[in-house]
């Protein structure tokens, strides 16, 4: 039988990931059924595989969120150790106080210009449904030359690790 602990180890690295790339580019559909996306910084990733994220009310990904299933997908990638995460989740604007408190952050100021009794500062969170992420173990160099012998060999290189992970 499963523990928990076991059963949580994929998600556990999926939060990892997040934290240590903190921006995402979050994509919501608009009401001409276009995907549109915007660079977000997670301020915190839980254990049950929620992200929460600053927002303005007013910006027109709350109304998207609430017009279309609360559905939104959330891209992190880091370039430089070729770490890429893909969310797909439930997100849903959270106004609580106590909660932008224990988030709060002075780079949040520059959006928020009244601190954290700005009118227009709410949460968005975004509970992962499903999330895949690609991991490359090996350093820049060594990817490089893995790519090269793909080429050379004709069979495609093998990059590091992926998986799908499903939060239910």
Known sequence: METKEQVNKP????????????IAMMTTVDEQGNLVSRPMAALEVDGDGTIWF???????KVDQID????????AFASVSNADYVSVSGHAQEFADKIRINELWNPQAKAWFPDGKDDPELTLLRVHIDMAEYWSASDSRM??????????????PPKMGENEKVYNN
């Open 11 to 22: 998600l556990e690295k999926v939060r990892e990931m997040i934290e240590d790339i903190r």
């Open 67 to 74: 017009h279309n299933d609360h559905r939104v997908n959330l």
């Open 142 to 155: 060594i990817r490089l030359i893995q790519q090269a012998t793909a080429v050379i060999t004709g069979n």
């Open 54 to 60: 600053f927002t303005k009310r007013s910006s027109p």
